[in-house]
């Protein structure tokens, strides 16, 4: 059974720093685009970032400049390093996997960030 389960998510103050991770198990994501999302109370899930096979990355403008998107392959998990948090980061946080051509298919659970002001 695949699973995409998250952690790190939490309470920080405006301007603090979270590291999320999603570790992946029952299939190799290696090949595997993988992303971030989210979504706050009241609003539509929205794209934060992604990051294909080769370490190639892509940042929704909202984010670019304080967060940043990386995979450790051999222990099949993503992360997403979140600096510089704002209020407006508030959301729950999942991550996503994608085959090299399609929708993202997997989804984990999600993963509480609050950021106060």
């Known amino acids: 059974q695949v699973q995409l389960v998250e952690s790190g998510g939490g309470l920080v103050q405006a301007g603090g720093s979270l590291r999320l991770s999603c570790a992946a198990s029952?299939?190799?994501?290696?090949?595997?685009?993988m992303a971030w999302f989210r979504q706050a109370p009241g609003k539509e899930r929205e794209f934060v970032a992604r990051?294909?096979?080769?370490?190639?990355?892509y940042y929704a403008d909202s984010v670019k400049g304080r967060f940043t998107i990386t995979r450790d392959n051999a222990k099949n998990t993503v992360y997403l390093q979140m600096n510089s948090l704002k209020p407006e980061d508030t959301a729950v946080y999942y991550c996503?996997?994608?085959?090299?051509?399609?929708?993202?298919?997997?989804w984990g659970q999600g993963t509480q960030v609050t950021v106060s002001s």
């Open positions: 996503a996997g994608a085959p090299p051509t399609g929708e993202y298919r997997y």
């Open positions: 029952g299939r190799t994501f290696s090949n595997y685009r």
């Open positions: 990051i294909n096979w080769s370490g190639i990355t």
